[in-house]
């Protein structure tokens, strides 16, 4: 199964996905891009090995954390192995976290990432799964 499609927790897809269907439906799956950010928070995680396997390219998943206690409209960066990264930074998030909220899904494609003297910088791209 290939992992370039990657779909937290939404539905159909996921089931379509999961039984072999993924290389039927990904041809009618459109990137729509959005923006891009750089990932809140870096310095907050304590394994940095989760940094140290990302490059240019890499999926991320976003995932919507509505219960978050200090940002509503938190949206929580992952890597493919759901990983915490950080997040989407406060400034940026409530337009994501709204669009997450009408059910839209969203992903991100890893632009850069290197180690500052505190944390790790990681650019990356914001993308809509349009199906």
């Known amino acids: 199964m290939s992992h370039d499609l990657v779909i937290p927790n939404n539905g159909i897809v996921p089931v379509v996905v999961k039984n072999g269907l993924g290389a039927v439906i990904k041809p009618l799956v459109d990137e729509i891009l959005l923006d891009s950010a750089f990932v809140a928070g870096t310095n907050h995680i304590e394994d940095e090995s989760v940094f140290?396997?990302?490059?240019?390219?890499?999926?991320?998943?976003?995932?919507?954390?509505?219960?978050?206690?200090?940002?509503?409209?938190?949206?929580?960066?992952?890597?493919?192995?759901?990983?915490?990264?950080?997040?989407i930074p406060r400034q940026n998030n409530k337009v994501y976290a709204r669009l997450m909220d009408a059910g839209k899904v969203l992903k991100g494609k890893v632009l850069e990432v290197y180690e500052e003297t505190y944390y790790w910088t990681i650019k990356f791209n914001i993308y809509m799964m349009d199906f």
Not at 65 to 87: M, T
């Open 52 to 87: 140290e396997e990302l490059e240019k390219g890499t999926t991320l998943i976003l995932k919507r954390e509505a219960d978050n206690k200090f940002d509503k409209y938190a949206v929580l960066v992952l890597n493919e192995k759901n990983e915490k990264l950080g997040y």
